[in-house]
């Protein structure tokens, strides 16, 4: 099988890259490097079943070549991280939406399999714990920028359902939780390497808010995996799979756990949501997901647990600064 994967030198395209490539299949990625890295996949050039091309979905001509010899695509290029929609709203919409109405333009010509990557932000301020595929969505109003990635994300959503049902696309929908794991940097906001290097270093670990807002991090091997299932799986299309773990943990006792496992000495500063990112910014208490769907379906649960996935990072982090 040959794989496009679209941010395919980022954290979790170069993770999936990775496991395409060890099963056999090969893997063409393309990328504009805006937030990904080719160290990312230095190590996977000189392998006979991949490739790469430094351009984005709006590279019309890298995307048709590309498309037109993939079976699949997996389109994980995207806008990513709270701090960089905050701060480039229009960039955030344009990549989001204009790219993916591109990447489905090229897999309706060539009849591609896709796997479009959404998020856990498109249920919003939803109460109706925990969260469901089929359950309603809950935005915040468009004056608050906060909400523009979950915004763009949605209309992505209505865009691949509406390729599916009008071409017949065979297409599936991927809403990630809190997809952590080496390789992730945490300099677009990311709360868990960011906590990670400032513990390695010895600063204070800065929790926004008052820290007992919960989440629930699920490793990017055990979400490759399930990336991996849902391509194999042809005998469904058109639908929309929840993929992340469902135990929660609260920012405070992240920051807590951080220090203990890395054996740090740093302390914990609480920073208001006001001074860490615009004045009004809405977080959510709680994100947690229901897996059940995806668990029927394809027989997928995440198998790391929190101290597991602490470690992996800490390792990693502390590797990559020798």
């Not at 359950?135 to 915040?140: E, K, N, S």
């Not at 599936?172 to 709360?191: A, C, E, H, S, Y």
């Not at 299932?229 to 005998?235: F, G, K, M, P, S």
């Not at 006001?274 to 009004?280: F, I, N, S, T, V």
């Amino acid at each position: 099988m040959h794989i496009l994967i679209t941010g395919g030198a980022g954290f979790i395209g170069s993770h999936l890259a990775d496991a395409l490539l060890r099963r056999g299949d090969s893997v063409s990625v393309l990328d504009n490097l805006s937030t990904g890295s080719v160290d990312n996949i230095r190590r996977l050039q000189e392998h006979p079943g991949f490739s790469f091309t430094h351009g984005g979905v709006d590279d019309g001509p890298a995307l048709d070549r590309l498309a037109s010899q993939a079976d699949a695509i997996v389109h994980l290029a995207a806008a990513v991280g709270v701090q960089l929609i905050l701060e480039q709203p229009t960039k955030t919409i344009e990549t989001n939406v204009l790219g993916t109405h591109a990447l489905l333009g090229a897999a309706r010509r060539y009849g591609c399999q896709t796997l479009i990557a959404s998020t856990s932000e498109v249920y919003g301020k939803s109460e109706a714990l925990p969260f469901s595929e089929d359950g309603d969505l809950v935005l915040g109003p468009p004056d608050r920028t906060r909400w523009v990635y979950a915004a763009t994300k949605l209309l992505d959503e209505f865009l691949a359902l509406a390729a599916h049902k009008e071409s017949g696309l065979p297409l599936t929908i991927m809403r990630l939780f809190n997809v952590v794991g080496p390789r992730q940097t945490g300099r677009f906001g990311m709360v868990l390497p960011r906590f990670v290097n400032q513990a390695l270093r010895g600063q204070p670990l800065t929790v926004y808010g008052d820290g007992s807002q919960t989440r629930c991090f699920c490793h990017v091997s055990d979400v490759v995996r399930a990336m991996v299932a849902l391509l194999d799986q042809t005998t469904k299309s058109g639908q929309i799979y929840n993929i992340g773990s469902n135990h929660e943990v609260t920012i405070r006792e992240l920051a807590e756990f951080i220090i203990d496992r890395a054996d740090s000495t740093s302390s914990i500063r609480y920073l208001p949501y006001d001074e860490a990112y615009l004045a009004g910014f809405e977080d959510l208490r709680r994100r947690v997901p229901d897996i059940s769907k995806i668990d029927a379906e394809i027989g997928w649960t995440p198998t790391y647990l929190l101290p597991k996935i602490l470690d992996d990072m800490i390792a990693y982090e502390r590797e990559s600064a020798t």
